[in-house]
Structures are given as structure tokens and as C-alpha cells.
Nanobody, 122 residues
Framework: VQLQASGGGLVQAGGSLRLSCAASGRTFSDYNVGWFRQAPGKGREFVVAIGKLGDSSYYSDSVKGRFTISRDNDKNTVYLQMNSLKPEDTAVYYC????????????????WGQGTLVTVSS
């Protein structure tokens, strides 16, 4: 499956952005989809993931209550609504897809998008 992340940009602290992850090539509803991020000089970290049918989701503590993940399998797209953004949310955000059950480890993801940069100014 091919993934394309979009929607990043520059926003002030407290603002909002919505990221999209568009998929093509295989049956999208066969895959769990996760978002990871990599801040400058740091490793990639898990942010959030959503189950194949959109009826389950898993959030990292750092974004819980501020970010919301959703998906539209008819449009082969996963969305990440990010509210109350903080400067520490600044990172390149990647979406990824996996058929495996454990979704918080980047090691289980087989397909990755190219990343979209989110910059939050203070």
C-alpha cells in the first residue's frame, strides 16, 4: 500500500492542524494505521493509531485529549486532528500501515508515508 501524508504547516501554540494520510494500492480496510513523529535531533515516537474499521484507537499520553484520529475507508484516508498544539509537538509526522495487532511499535509497520512537517511556534 502507498501512503501520502499531508496537511502539515506552521501554526502558533494553541492552534490546530489536521493531517491526512491517503492510501492507495491495496485494500485499505485491511490495515491498522498509525501516526509517528520525529522531532529534530530525536528518534521517531509513536503518537496514535487506529484500527482497521475505525472502532478502536490508541493514543500516547503526550497527545491524549488533544489529538483525535479517525478514518474514512471509503476515501482510503486517515485523519489526525491536532488541537491545542504545543511547541513540543514540532516534528515531522509520518503515517504508517500494518496488518499486525500491536500498533505502538514502529517495527511492526510495513508501509510508510513520506512525512509532513508540523512546526508550532511559541
Amino acid at each position: 500500500v502507498q501512503l501520502q501524508a499531508s496537511g502539515g504547516g506552521l501554526v502558533q501554540a494553541g492552534g490546530s492542524l489536521r493531517l491526512s494520510c491517503a492510501a492507495s494500492g491495496r485494500t485499505f480496510s485491511d490495515y491498522n494505521v498509525g501516526w509517528f513523529r520525529q522531532a529534530p535531533g530525536k528518534g521517531r515516537e509513536f503518537v496514535v493509531a487506529i484500527g482497521k474499521l475505525g472502532d478502536s484507537s490508541y493514543y500516547s499520553d503526550s497527545v491524549k485529549g488533544r489529538f483525535t484520529i479517525s478514518r474514512d475507508n471509503d476515501k482510503n484516508t486517515v485523519y489526525l486532528q491536532m488541537n491545542s498544539l504545543k511547541p513540543e509537538d514540532t516534528a515531522v509526522y509520518y503515517c504508517a500501515a500494518t496488518r499486525r495487532i500491536v500498533v505502538t511499535s514502529e517495527a511492526v509497520y510495513d508501509y510508510w508515508g513520506q512525512g509532513t512537517l508540523v512546526t508550532v511556534s511559541s
